[in-house]
Structure formats: structure tokens, C-alpha cells
């Protein structure tokens, strides 16, 4: 008797925390059961320097990255979750200084971008946020951008993803 006893102790608390709310999943995002659907709307490119193909590709991996990551289906308009906003900075400065002439070791490319974030469900859950990411490199900024740009957009996405679905 006693061994079913702490069996059940044991076990509950489990049950209850698997079963809690309908939100929890294991990649830490608590969208609520009720959302279904989500919307990203062009990001559009107002930065100083402007990357003709940035505003595109910004977009579209924040949609992939939703998909991706969450059960939300992609709709046009109407959606529970609605994601907009603009890429408000690209800058490439000097990161590391040094050697004989003082000239740049290592560069920093840095992306910004506004988001707004419209939660339809829990309105108390929306937000209009600014996220920045850089990334250092050395030799030439058209030999390494595409890749940078890549790897920057990867860390925003999941900034943006975990503010708005793991709230981070």
C-alpha cells in the first residue's frame, strides 16, 4: 500500500503539469490552444543602408521560423497573431582596432528591427519591441554578407519568436 502511495505521489503532480492549461510545448512556447493562426506582414527596409534583398528575406524567416516552431497555420489576414514591422538599422562598424595603423582587426555588422506584435487572443500579450543582432568578421563585408545576414536573421527570428510565444 504504501508503495502505490508514493507511485500516485509521484505520478500526479506529473499528470497535472502535463495537462496544465493546454499551452506548454516542449520548445518553451506557451501559445495558447485557442490561437490557430498567424500573420506576418512585409517588413519593410528604412534603414540607412539599405539590402534590396533584406526586407524579403527578414520576412519570409520569420514565417518559416513560426511554422517551424509552433502549430500555428499562415493565413493572409484575420489571424490571431500578427506580426509587423520594419528593419530600422544595417550598419557595419569597426569591432576590433589595432596593428601598426590602427586600422580595423575585426568588423560588426548589426542588424535592427521594430516589431509589433498584435496578440488577437490576449491582447495583454502584445508588444512593439526593437531587436538588434551582430555579428564580428574579418576581410571584406561582400565576401562574408550573405552569410552574416543569415546568421543575424536566425537570432531575431528566435528573439521575436520567444517574446511573443515564450514570453522572454
Known amino acids: 500500500?504504501?508503495?502505490?502511495?508514493?507511485?500516485?505521489?509521484?505520478?500526479?503532480?506529473?499528470?497535472?503539469?502535463?495537462?496544465?492549461?493546454?499551452?506548454?510545448?516542449?520548445?518553451g512556447s506557451l501559445i495558447p490552444a485557442e490561437m490557430k493562426t498567424f500573420q506576418v506582414q512585409i517588413f519593410d527596409n528604412v534603414a540607412p543602408i539599405v539590402v534590396p534583398t533584406l526586407s524579403n528575406s527578414f520576412t519570409e524567416a520569420l514565417k518559416d521560423r513560426i511554422r517551424s516552431q509552433s502549430r500555428l497555420s499562415q493565413v493572409n489576414s484575420d489571424a490571431d497573431a500578427i506580426f509587423e514591422g520594419r528593419i530600422t538599422g544595417y550598419s557595419i562598424a569597426p569591432a576590433a582596432v589595432g596593428g601598426a595603423n590602427d586600422r580595423a582587426q575585426a568588423n560588426r555588422l548589426t542588424i535592427s528591427v521594430a516589431v509589433t506584435y498584435h496578440d488577437n487572443i490576449n491582447p495583454d500579450n502584445s508588444f512593439e519591441q526593437t531587436f538588434s543582432r551582430y555579428q564580428d568578421f574579418t576581410g571584406l563585408v561582400q565576401s562574408n554578407e550573405t552569410q552574416l545576414i543569415t546568421d543575424i536573421t536566425d537570432m531575431l527570428t528566435q528573439d521575436i519568436f520567444n517574446r511573443a510565444f515564450a514570453n522572454w
Open 1 to 27: 500500500m504504501r508503495k502505490t502511495t508514493l507511485t500516485l505521489l509521484f505520478i500526479l503532480p506529473l499528470l497535472l503539469v502535463w495537462q496544465s492549461c493546454g499551452m506548454y510545448k516542449l520548445n
